[in-house]
């Protein structure tokens, strides 16, 4: 996470400060323009050297999360249905078996539900999933109604008695509005088998989007109302700015970062580590936060 821009300010010695290319550096990270211009506020304020750079970014990362967010987690006996959004590619069927492992090693009875009926072998690699785990599930026929297939599998869900239901659903970009109106009526669907559901309107990003995945967040949740976001692909050339950003400019807290493509590379999200990680684990002031 964050390779380039962490070789950058672990490397910055004292002495004047090149304004522009800091400016440069906090913009690749994917930190977004409004926390880079924090960041740069606070700085010029005091008399900068290579620490209080160090510090003032990894600061402003911390203070965008007073607390740390609430990991959801379902409990037994008691259903709740979360599904997963996102664009093509982004993770989404990988992450929900990483969730669907999590929770089912905790004891709770999990359903996936493949509602991702436009691709043809998004069936089977949820089935292929789903035997792995042995867990039960509802998969929908390809070329069929998305919203039938979550309303079904949700139906076989409850029947089964799970705690958690789990639904995928497939790809789609962001600003096709008539894909995402398809999407919104798989929620009210959803809603529709069971009251109150769905309980966790997850967010799939892939880290390694950049920029654009700033633009997904906002659309997928204006029209969605998302609940929370998984960050993929952490592990490679991801430069991980982009949960600050999200947080920043959206409101939405990153909840799972997902670092790998095995069961257990899903990891609950931690802000103080997450700042440290920016400037290297130095630490911005040495201090943590509670
Ligand atoms: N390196 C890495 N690859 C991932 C991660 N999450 C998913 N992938 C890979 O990304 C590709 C797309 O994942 P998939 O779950 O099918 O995406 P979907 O289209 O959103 O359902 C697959 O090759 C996954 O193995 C991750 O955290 N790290
Ligand atoms: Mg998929």
Same mark, same amino acid.
């Given at each position: ?31 977004? &323009? ?26 402003? $990362? ?7 967010? $609430? ?24 992450? =929900? ?136 692909? &952490? ?16 409101? =939405?807290? !990153? ?31 040495? !201090?943590?936060?509670?």
């Amino acid at each position: 996470m964050f390779a380039k821009f962490k070789q950058w300010i672990v490397g910055l010695k004292d002495g004047p400060v090149d304004w522009e290319e800091l400016e440069a550096q906090l913009i690749q990270a994917d930190l977004g &323009l409004e926390l880079t211009t924090e960041i740069l506020a606070d700085l010029r304020t005091q008399t900068v050297s290579a620490a209080t750079i160090r510090a003032a970014a990894a600061d402003r $990362v911390r203070r965008l999360w007073p607390s740390a967010p $609430v990991i959801p987690s379902p409990v037994p006996g008691r259903t709740e249905v979360w599904w997963l959004v996102g664009v093509n590619g982004a993770g989404k069927t990988t992450t =929900l078996a990483k969730l669907a492992h999590r929770f089912n090693q905790a004891r709770c009875k999990v359903h996936l539900v493949g509602a991702d009926t436009f691709r043809a072998a998004a069936g089977e690699q949820l089935t292929v999933w789903a035997n792995r785990l042995g867990l039960g599930h509802s998969i929908g026929a390809t070329g069929g109604d998305p919203a039938a297939a979550a309303f079904q599998g949700v139906a076989s869900g409850l029947t089964a008695g799970a705690d958690l239901i789990l639904i995928d659903t497939a790809g789609r970009l962001h600003n096709k509005e008539g894909l995402m109106r398809e999407l919104a009526k798989v929620r009210r669907v959803i809603a529709k088998q069971k009251e109150g559901a769905p309980e966790q309107t997850l967010l799939v990003i892939d880290g390694t989007n950049g920029a654009n995945a700033l633009a997904q967040a906002r659309e997928f949740h204006a029209a969605l109302g998302v609940t929370g976001v998984i960050v993929t692909k &952490l592990d490679s050339s991801a430069k991980g700015g982009v949960i600050a950003a999200v947080k920043r400019e959206i409101g =939405l807290n !990153t909840l799972w970062v997902g670092q790998g493509e095995s069961l257990e590379s899903l990891t609950p999200f931690d802000p103080v580590s997450y700042a440290d990680t920016l400037v290297g684990g130095l630490g911005g002031t040495g !201090t943590k936060l509670p």
